[in-house]
C-alpha cells in the first residue's frame, strides 16, 4: 500500500498569504496525485487532479506541482474561503489511499 | 445537476450489520465507477471500496475487506454498501462519491453517519 504523509500538519497563515503544501508517497505515483479541500460539516470538494490540473470551477489561485513521489499544492494568496481542511490522494493498482491532511488555519 | 443522497446510517452494536444506501440522481449512474469513503469523527478521510461501472469489478479496503461488500443496482441508480461483523472503529460519517476515470472523486454525498456502539 502506498503511503502519503502530508506536511505541515498545521499552517498558521493570514489572508493574502501564499500557501504551500507538501505531499510525500512512500513510492512513485507517476502524476496520478490528486487534493481536495474540506470544510468543517462538509463532504470533501475536489480541487486539482492528475498534480496541476484544476478541477471545474477551481481559482486561479490553485496550483499543484510534483511528480513521481513529492507534491506540492500551492494557494497563492489565501482568501477568507480558503481556510480549511486539505488532503492528497493516489490511485494505484485499484487501491486508493489519502494523506493524513494539512490544516490551513487563520493566523 | 449531479446529487448524491446517502441513507441507512445510524447506531448499531458491534457485531450486527448495516446497509448504507446512495441514490444517484442528474447523470448516467450505469456509466461511472463509484466509492465509498468514510471518516472517522475528528479524522481524516479513508477509502473504503469501488465498484466499476457494470458492477461487476469491486475493490476494498484492507480494513473492510470480508465485511463489508459494495453492490449497485444500474435499474435503481443506487449504490449500496452492506456492512456486517461491524466494530466500534468503524464509527464514521460515509460518503459515496462519483469516480471520475480522470479526475478522481468529482462529486460526494453529504454523508450518513455509522455509530457503532453497545
Known amino acids: 500500500e502506498i503511503v502519503l504523509t502530508q506536511s505541515p500538519a498545521t499552517l498558521s497563515l493570514s489572508p493574502g498569504e501564499r500557501a504551500t503544501l507538501s505531499c510525500r508517497a512512500s513510492?512513485?505515483?507517476?502524476?496520478?496525485l490528486t487534493w481536495y479541500q474540506q470544510k468543517p460539516g462538509q463532504a470533501p470538494r475536489l480541487l486539482i487532479y492528475?498534480?496541476?490540473n484544476r478541477a471545474t470551477g477551481i481559482p486561479a489561485r490553485f496550483s499543484g506541482s510534483g511528480s513521481g513521489t513529492d507534491f506540492t499544492l500551492t494557494i497563492s494568496s489565501l482568501e477568507p474561503e480558503d481556510f480549511a481542511v486539505y488532503y492528497c490522494?493516489?490511485?494505484?493498482?485499484?487501491?486508493?489511499?489519502f494523506g493524513q491532511g494539512t490544516k490551513v488555519e487563520i493566523k | 445537476q449531479v446529487h448524491l443522497v446517502e441513507s441507512g446510517g445510524g447506531v448499531v452494536q458491534p457485531g450486527r450489520s448495516l446497509r448504507l444506501s446512495c441514490a444517484a440522481s442528474?447523470?448516467?449512474?450505469?456509466?461511472?465507477?463509484m466509492h465509498w469513503v468514510r471518516q472517522a469523527p475528528g479524522e481524516g478521510l479513508e477509502w473504503v471500496a469501488f465498484?466499476?461501472?457494470?458492477?461487476?469489478?469491486?475493490y476494498y479496503a484492507d480494513s473492510v475487506k470480508g465485511r463489508f461488500t459494495i453492490s449497485r443496482d444500474n435499474s435503481k441508480n443506487t449504490l449500496y454498501l452492506q456492512m456486517n461483523s461491524l466494530k466500534a472503529e468503524d464509527t464514521a460519517v460515509y460518503y459515496c462519491a462519483k469516480d471520475d476515470p480522470r479526475a478522481g472523486y468529482d462529486y460526494w454525498g453529504q454523508g450518513t453517519l455509522v455509530t457503532v456502539s453497545s
Open positions: 465498484i466499476r461501472y457494470g458492477g461487476s469489478d469491486k
Open positions: 442528474g447523470f448516467t449512474f450505469s456509466s461511472y465507477g
Open positions: 492528475d498534480t496541476s
Open positions: 513510492q512513485s505515483v507517476s502524476n496520478y
Open positions: 490522494q493516489q490511485r494505484s493498482n485499484w487501491l486508493w489511499t
